[in-house]
């Protein structure tokens, strides 16, 4: 059974860090492409993050600079490492496994 547990959301201030994980179970996570998704009230889910099995990152433009996206292989978990947080990057944000699983979903607030 593959489970995909995030944790480490919260609320912040803007210009405040934050960072999440995602420890997955039931895959082999090492050759696995892994990703962090968005999703904001009234808004469709969109990308922000991937790695590869090799490490190869791609980033979504309005996060580029600010935001992290890592593995450890050992641990079976990819991290998000957010900084320089924004009003508009409130949204659940979720971890994907390939091209099939997702967590469950943690949620991001960054409010003064």
């Known amino acids: 059974q593959v489970q995909l547990v995030e944790s480490g959301g919260g609320l912040v201030q803007p210009g405040e860090s934050l960072r999440l994980s995602c420890t997955a179970s039931g895959i082999i996570f090492s050759i696995l492409a892994m990703g962090w998704y968005r999703q904001a009230p009234g808004k469709q889910r969109e990308l922000v993050a991937t790695?590869?099995?090799?490490?190869?990152?791609n980033y979504a433009d309005s996060v580029k600079g600010r935001f992290t996206i890592s593995r450890d292989n050992a641990k079976n978990t990819v991290y998000l490492q957010m900084n320089t947080l924004k009003p508009e990057d409130t949204a659940v944000y979720y971890c994907?496994?390939?091209?099939?699983?997702w967590g469950q979903g943690t949620q991001v607030t960054v409010s003064s």
């Open positions: 994907k496994a390939g091209q099939t699983w």
């Open positions: 790695i590869s099995s090799s490490r190869v990152t």
